[in-house]
């Protein structure tokens, strides 16, 4: 596993994300642009939804990234626990906001999707509670990441929680197969291939790739800065000593 510890050298990640950044944030905003301009502009209103449907481009992609970046946050906190990596830890760290952010973005946008295709604005079905699940475990990491004076043990007991937290990201996705709920079933992750017109998907998945390149920019803004303040908490301990 030396690979991996060359990888997780603060120093390396310093180096290594100083040029990925800006291209982060250049797609992001290309993306989320183009996916924009299409989805509003270009692709047809549904047949049955109307022009309704149009909130599916910001609604679905945000869905995806609130199960992306907890899948991340899970798989740097084992990092953490096993190979005992600090900068794994602060990567679940500066992951943790943007996808609780990310999975308000799909409850309002759900709610505001649900209130003219079901007459209510919330429902507590399998999905809907699921995904309320996951923001409240978002909220808990990050509680329990602050709620020690010392940060080693505050990273290990909210390492532990991802992981622990981590089975409700299957019962998140799969929720509408395993239940009957109201929320309607995949209709772009599918084995017989999307159900969806290629003007809809085409934006739907520009939105996505967006929304991704826009977490990966926000999360090595965040690491970065999380780094340096390591840094420099280190110089002054130094310093304290010195004297």
């Not at 905003?29 to 989805?39: D, F, R, Y």
């Not at 907890?70 to 798989?75: K, L």
């Not at 308000?104 to 699940?133: F, N």
Request: hydrophobic share 55%.
């Amino acid at each position: 596993m030396s690979w991996w510890h060359r990888l997780a050298s603060p120093t390396r990640f310093m180096s290594y994300s100083a040029w990925v950044l800006p291209i982060a944030g250049w797609l992001a905003a290309g993306c989320i642009g183009v996916g924009l301009a299409l989805g509003l502009f270009a692709s047809p209103a549904d047949y049955q939804q109307g022009e309704t449907v149009r909130i599916m481009y910001v609604h679905v992609p945000a869905a995806w990234m609130a199960l992306f970046c907890y899948s991340a946050m899970a798989a740097s906190s084992a990092g953490y626990l096993i190979w005992k990596q600090p900068l794994a830890e602060l990567a679940t760290r500066a992951t943790a906001p943007v996808g609780a952010c990310f999975t308000a973005i799909a409850l309002v946008s759900g709610s505001l999707w649900g209130q003219p295709m079901w007459g209510t604005w919330w429902v507590w079905d399998a999905r809907l509670t699921s995904a309320l699940v996951l923001f409240f475990l978002y909220l808990g990491y990050m509680a329990l990441a602050e709620a020690f004076d010392d940060p080693t043990r505050g990273g290990k007991a909210a390492s532990i929680l991802a992981l622990v937290g981590f089975v409700n990201v299957p019962i998140v996705k799969f929720s509408v197969d395993w239940w009957n709920t109201l929320h309607q079933p995949a209709s772009v992750v599918k084995l017989d291939g999307p159900a969806i017109d290629p003007a809809m998907l085409v934006p739907l998945l520009l939105m996505a790739a967006g929304f991704t390149f826009y977490a990966v920019a926000v999360v090595i803004l965040r690491l970065r800065a999380m780094v340096l303040e390591r840094k420099i908490q280190a110089l002054q301990r130094q310093l304290a000593e010195a004297r």
